[in-house]
T-cell receptor
Framework: AQSVTQLDSQVPVFEEAPVELRCNYS??????LFWYVQYPNQGLQLLLK??????LVKGINGFEAEFNKSQTSFHLRKPSVHISDTAEYFC?????????????FGTGTRLQVTL | SAVISQKPSRDICQRGTSLTIQCQVD?????MFWYRQQPGQSLTLIAT?????????ESGFVIDKFPISRPNLTFSTLTVSNMSPEDSSIYLC???????????FGEGSRLTVL
């Protein structure tokens, strides 16, 4: 069975500073990896995804993430955050079984950007 | 991607009553998923709804408590039955890519049970 660990429940950061949100996963098979963002009182929006190919994936709003198979990680980064990036971020994984896949979510990281 | 609309967006309900949440998708999809997000928590899959068959429920969720309908390829409903304060959550409808598991979400229905 797959699982996702987001070690940081909250990450405070000043505006224009860089940020990294950590995500580790466990799975016995190949995986697909996702980061979703949830702004206050809204549903989830896909930030970026890794399906195959280049391990560095770029998403919306200047975010990027790097898939590291040896460390089973998929950390999310942004070189300079903005106040509007304040939101909850969820890492998620599904297993590459070739058929219908179930998405498993981490517990989320609250990014709080301040001036 | 898909555009997903949920109704109601929020509601306040009394203990012991039931509420049905509707989910409408702008395209035909085979699989629709219902998730629950309890306050301050991550998302937990309740069930998978395929058109023309019974929904498949995850461990800890049962049909009597969360009956689901899937009458066609663009619509589904989730009913939260005999509600208690513990059912206060955001309920999210989603549709996905069958092979990768990537999901698209509605904005959710925020339910408060008094």
């Amino acid at each position: 069975a797959q699982s996702v660990t987001q070690l940081d429940s909250q990450v405070p950061v000043f505006e224009e500073a860089p940020v990294e949100l950590r995500c580790n996963y466990s799975s016995s098979v190949s995986v697909y990896l996702f980061w979703y963002v949830q702004y206050p009182n809204q549903g989830l929006q896909l930030l970026l995804k890794y399906l195959s190919g280049s391990t560095l994936v770029k998403g919306i709003n200047g975010f990027e993430a790097e898939f590291n198979k040896s460390q089973t990680s998929f950390h999310l980064r942004k070189p300079s955050v903005h106040i509007s990036d304040t939101a909850e971020y969820f890492c998620a994984v599904s297993e590459d079984t070739g058929t219908a896949s179930k998405l498993t979510f981490g517990t989320g990281t609250r990014l709080q950007v301040t001036l | 991607s898909a555009v997903i609309s949920q109704k109601p967006s929020r509601d306040i309900c009394q203990r012991g009553t039931s509420l049905t949440i509707q989910c409408q998708v702008d395209s035909q999809v085979t699989m629709m998923f219902w998730y629950r997000q309890q306050p301050g928590q991550s998302l937990t899959l309740i069930a998978t709804a395929n058109q023309g068959s019974e929904a498949t429920y995850e461990s800890g969720f049962v049909i009597d408590k969360f009956p689901i309908s899937r009458p066609n390829l663009t619509f589904s409903t989730l009913t939260v039955s005999n509600m208690s304060p513990e059912d206060s959550s955001i309920y999210l409808c989603s549709v996905g890519q069958r092979n990768t598991g990537e999901l698209f979400f509605g904005e959710g229905s925020r339910l408060t049970v008094l």
